[in-house]
């Protein structure tokens, strides 16, 4: 018998954890997917199978891997160079200029 409890939510993606017979629990990474007007949920990846007392740590774990899932699947505007240079082009236009615009 498996035993299904969220942990948390976040964009879609969250962290799942299912508990054992055998009295380890399985941390997932799993994300809400609607097909046909049903919806079901989609693994997309398992973290680990602990005993019970290492959760709390892997579910940290978890949480950071699904953080880093998140940022890979959002679109980005800017590259990081691009976009610090942007920042520090816009602060030294700023001290240069006295104007409030």
């Known amino acids: 018998m498996l035993t299904w409890k969220t942990v948390s939510y976040l964009c879609g993606m969250f962290v799942k954890t299912q508990k054992r017979e055998n009295g380890k629990v399985t941390i997932l990474i799993v994300e809400n997917v609607r097909t046909g ?38 679109p980005k505007l800017f590259p990081s160079q691009t976009l610090a240079e942007m920042v520090i082009c816009s602060r030294n236009r700023s001290i240069d200029d006295d104007s409030p615009f």
Do not use: N
């Open 37 to 74: 007007g049903k919806v079901h949920q989609k693994t997309l990846r398992t973290v680990s199978t602990v005993f019970a007392d290492e959760v709390d740590r892997f579910v940290e774990l978890a949480e950071h891997i699904k953080t880093e899932m998140e940022a890979e699947r959002l």
